[in-house]
Structure formats: structure tokens, C-alpha cells
């Protein structure tokens, strides 16, 4: 069975840092790109950040550009997110999620599939 | 970037079929996937590429996508599918790939 879990979460004051972590498990990590996908109390979904099955492609949404940084050790199958000059805006339930693709030679649709339970990250004074 | 757009409430009384749209410019050229999310719980993927089910997800979830609209139909509909229901595209060509709609929550009357 696959298993995501996330830990790392906590309550945070404004301009500090915090890291995340995502502990994979049932699967060949080192076969999937992961990704945080967040939700702040009450809103919808909002993609984070994805990493590549060997961190040779990283993305991150514009929000958090620049603060973030999505990083993953196969050796230990874990996903990291480190996040820094955190903002209230940054308050939310960090998923992490695994990868799911369509295609062979060329990918034609990306999806995610399954997500872990979840970290609440606090970011106040 | 590209915009996903949902109705916020879709009610529909017990063994009656629920529609929850996602629209979208020229949708219907890509794969659209759905998720549930129940109350406290992280969401599950209900339906991917349009119109596939993951197993162990009910016949009675299926999708479609044509034109400007995706649809997710629950048929048959139980006071256990009562969630936020979300839709989401990668869309390669952007600097923004990965993008959700913006949830519509199912009311079982």
C-alpha cells in the first residue's frame, strides 16, 4: 500500500523558517516525481512546488518562488520542503502527493495520486 | 495562466444524479482530473483523464469533456459522496502547470 506521510508542520512567527518533510513508503520513490500541494483553512487547492524523479526538473508556483525549496533524498524515499521568510499568506495544510502520468515517450497529462494526510504549517506572531 | 472555474454549490437530493462542472478555455483539449475531499480528510482522485476510474472508486463516479466543460457525474447519489469535489489540468505550455479548479462542495439534501 502506498503511503505519504508528512511531517514537520508547526506554528511558525512571521520571517522565520520551517522545513517540511514527506516520508513515502509501498512504491519505487526513485520512480516518481513528487509534489506539495497546499490548502489554506477554508480555500481551495493550490499547487506548491514538484521535483522530478531525480531533481533534475523543480518547479514552484510564483507565490512561493524564491522562498521555497522542494528537495528529495531516494536513498532515505522522503520529499523535503524547506520554506523561509514565511508569511501569514503561507497558513495552510501542506499535502504531499505523489505523481501520476499518461504517455509513454512524451507525457501527455500529469495527475496526483495518492496524497498524504497532511502538515499544518501556522505562520503568526 | 490558465483559469479553471466551478460552481461553488451543487445540492442534489439521495439516488439523484449530481453535475459538477469545471470550465475552462478550450478544455476539452486537455485531460481533466477530479478529486474528492470529505471533511478533514485529504483529497482522493475519483477520476483521471477525462473520464477513467482509479480502482476501487464506484461506477457510479464518470466524467466527460468536451468544448469549454468538464463534467463530473455522481449517479445514484449517497449521503457518503457529500465533499468538495475539485478539477485540475496540467498545462504543459505554461509557466504554471498544474492548476485547480476552484471547488464546488456536493450537498446531499
Known amino acids: 500500500e502506498v503511503q505519504l506521510v508528512e511531517s514537520g508542520g508547526g506554528l511558525v512567527q512571521p520571517g522565520r523558517s520551517l522545513r517540511l518533510s514527506c516520508a513515502a513508503s509501498?512504491?519505487?520513490?526513485?520512480?516518481?516525481?513528487m509534489h506539495w500541494v497546499r490548502q489554506a483553512p477554508g480555500k481551495g487547492l493550490e499547487w506548491v512546488s514538484g521535483?522530478?524523479?531525480?531533481?533534475?526538473?523543480?518547479g514552484y508556483a510564483d507565490s512561493v518562488k524564491g522562498r521555497f525549496t522542494i528537495s528529495r533524498d531516494n536513498a532515505k524515499n522522503s520529499l523535503y520542503l524547506q520554506m523561509n521568510s514565511l508569511r501569514a499568506e503561507d497558513t495552510a495544510l501542506y499535502y504531499c502527493?505523489?505523481?501520476?502520468?499518461?504517455?509513454?515517450?512524451?507525457?501527455?497529462?500529469?495527475?496526483?495520486?495518492?496524497w498524504g494526510q497532511g502538515t499544518l504549517v501556522t505562520v503568526s506572531s | 495562466s490558465y483559469v479553471l472555474t466551478q460552481p461553488p454549490s451543487v445540492s442534489v437530493a439521495p439516488g439523484q444524479t449530481a453535475r459538477i462542472t469545471c470550465g475552462g478555455n478550450?478544455?476539452?483539449?486537455?485531460?481533466v482530473h477530479w478529486y474528492q475531499q470529505k471533511p478533514g480528510q485529504a483529497p482522493v482522485l475519483v477520476v483521471y483523464?477525462?473520464?477513467d476510474r482509479p480502482s476501487g472508486i464506484p461506477e457510479r463516479f464518470s466524467g466527460s469533456n468536451s468544448g469549454n466543460t468538464a463534467t463530473l457525474t455522481i449517479s445514484r447519489v449517497e449521503a457518503g459522496d457529500e465533499a468538495d469535489y475539485y478539477c485540475?489540468?496540467?498545462?504543459?505550455?505554461?509557466?504554471?502547470?498544474?492548476?485547480f479548479g476552484t471547488g464546488t462542495k456536493v450537498t446531499v439534501l
Open positions: 502527493a505523489k505523481e501520476a502520468t499518461l504517455g509513454g515517450g512524451v507525457i501527455v497529462t500529469r495527475w496526483f495520486d495518492p
Open positions: 509501498g512504491f519505487t520513490f526513485d520512480d516518481y516525481a
Open positions: 521535483i522530478s524523479w531525480n531533481s533534475g526538473s523543480i
Open positions: 478550450n478544455i476539452g483539449s486537455k485531460s
Open positions: 483523464d477525462d473520464s
Open positions: 485540475q489540468v496540467w498545462d504543459s505550455s505554461s509557466d504554471h502547470p498544474y492548476v
